[in-house]
């Protein structure tokens, strides 16, 4: 398959890649953003955008990945199933496609209590394991989860996330396992900044 972003071709080649990732603003106001992003041209192959990290409001991962993406900075999208049903991962999905993002990680999200409104409901219609499969569907085979097609042929790169510092890593890499299979092309982990940690 052709690589479609910059992040799918240096994964393809082999080469290591530097990423970082970027908290939207908790309200429209994205100058410091804008100021930050325009330092790390050259120095990062993309940039994550967080999905409402740690379950706290935040301006939507998509729109901010756009606002990136027209300054010429490749995004990831992060979408996670904490706050949208099957219906609502799937329109946002068409949507951030159709503004030419093209990088989508696909994650479960932190629970609502640990957040700024730990009184909302959770959602979670689909896992991360389902909803890479439902992304890979919407790519492979032009279609809905319920089988209906999609009009364009949208072409993008799929990823799921995994725990370095799990308790249980066997019972971790089944659930990888489960991810690659799914449709994950590439994998993410949050930095390990204390090595001897890790190796415990």
Do not use: Y
């Not at 301006?59 to 996670?80: F, H, N, R, T, Y």
């Not at 949507?95 to 909302?120: F, K, M, Q, S, Y």
Request: hydrophobic letters at 45%; aromatic letters at 4%; a negative charge.
């Amino acid at each position: 398959m052709k690589a479609e972003t910059n992040l799918q071709k240096i994964l393809a080649q082999g080469e290591f890649a530097v990423t970082c990732e970027c908290n939207p603003p908790r309200g429209i106001d994205v100058d410091l953003i804008l100021k930050n992003a325009a330092q790390l041209e050259g120095k990062v192959d993309a940039v994550n955008v967080n999905d409402n990290a740690v379950a706290s409001v935040r301006m939507s991962s998509w729109a901010m990945s756009k606002i990136l993406l027209d300054m010429g900075i490749e995004p990831v999208l992060q979408m996670v199933t904490r706050d949208r049903n099957r219906i609502a991962l799937q329109s946002d999905l068409l949507g951030a496609l159709a503004l030419g993002i093209r990088n989508v990680l696909c994650l479960t999200g932190d629970h609502p209590a640990r957040g700024d409104h730990p009184e909302a409901r959770k959602v979670f219609d689909l896992d991360s394991i389902q909803w890479i499969a439902a992304a890979r569907q919407v790519r492979d085979q032009g279609c809905l989860m319920n089988g209906k097609e999609i009009s364009g042929s949208p072409r993008f790169f799929i990823g799921g996330v995994a725990n370095p510092f799990v308790e249980s890593l066997e019972l971790h890499i089944i659930r990888l396992q489960k991810k690659i299979t799914a449709g994950a092309e590439f994998v993410q982990t949050q930095p390990v900044l204390e090595i001897e940690g890790f190796k415990a």
